[in-house]
């Protein structure tokens, strides 16, 4: 009796694709993956199907949040403008200015720039995630793409609840630490969390090195994330 029913759940089970199309498939098993936000597929979905994808042909600012941080303390503030952020031939830029180039009386930081999230539109947990970019050069850039919970209140606000980033970088083509390039040249990646902003805890962070530099060409930066766990290659 179990063995027969445990078959038939087996061959019935299907799944969904990021657009919602059914998949019906023999080789379809449950995901460990659970996902939530207007973009997410509301169906059950396979493991290994893609679930989310974005090609950038345009700006879908419903998918796409912008960070919108007017006051914020330091040499940049982040906006929503086409002048910052903006798409052209399927490739995404976010591109910093000089304030002073806008508005030469107001006082506001040196640099403007844009950052965008899925907080509301998708979230996961475990999955793959890949993203091909190519990285700005120059100083003061800090290039990133990081993965952080949807909702900070489980352990409180950053670095409590934790942050797994799957790249970030220095824009800065000649920077050297102990004789290490950890410019452009260099690619990191890792996991941090902790009880407060002075104390985070990094672990499990560690870096990659190209030396014509990650500004030359699109690369491929790439998280895995299991239930047992975690590991990224830049
Ligand atoms: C460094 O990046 C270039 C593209 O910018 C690529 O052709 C080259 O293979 C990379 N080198 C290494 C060691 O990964």
Redesign the pocket.
């Known amino acids: 009796m179990w063995p027969i029913l445990i078959g038939a759940i087996l061959l019935t089970y299907v799944g969904c694709d990021q657009n919602k199309n059914i998949i019906y498939d023999d080789e379809c098993y449950p995901s460990e993956t659970t996902v939530s936000g207007t973009y997410a597929p509301s169906c059950t979905f396979c493991s290994g199907s893609l679930i989310f994808a974005e090609e950038f042909d345009e700006f879908n600012l419903q998918t796409w949040e912008h960070i919108f941080d007017p006051n914020k303390e330091g040499f940049y503030t982040l906006v929503n403008s086409r002048r910052n952020s903006f798409t052209e031939d399927g490739v995404l830029f976010l591109r910093p200015s000089i304030s002073s180039d806008q508005c030469a009386t107001c006082k506001t930081n040196p640099v403007v720039t844009a950052a965008i999230r899925t907080t509301k539109s998708f979230s996961f947990r475990y999955g793959r995630v890949e993203m091909r970019a190519k990285l700005p050069a120059g100083d003061w850039l800090t290039p990133a793409l990081w993965l952080l919970p949807a909702s900070s209140v489980q352990y409180g606000p950053w670095p409590s609840s934790g942050h797994i980033s799957i790249m970030h970088s220095r824009g800065n083509r000649i920077l050297l630490h102990n004789g290490k390039n950890i410019g452009i040249q260099s690619a990191n990646a890792g996991l941090s969390y902790g009880i407060s902003q002075q104390s985070a805890l990094i672990q499990n962070q560690f870096s990659r090195i190209?030396?014509?530099?990650?500004n030359?060409?699109f690369?491929f930066y790439q998280l895995e994330w299991t239930p047992g766990n975690k590991y990224n290659k830049p």
């Open positions: 190209n030396e014509s530099g990650y030359r060409d690369h």
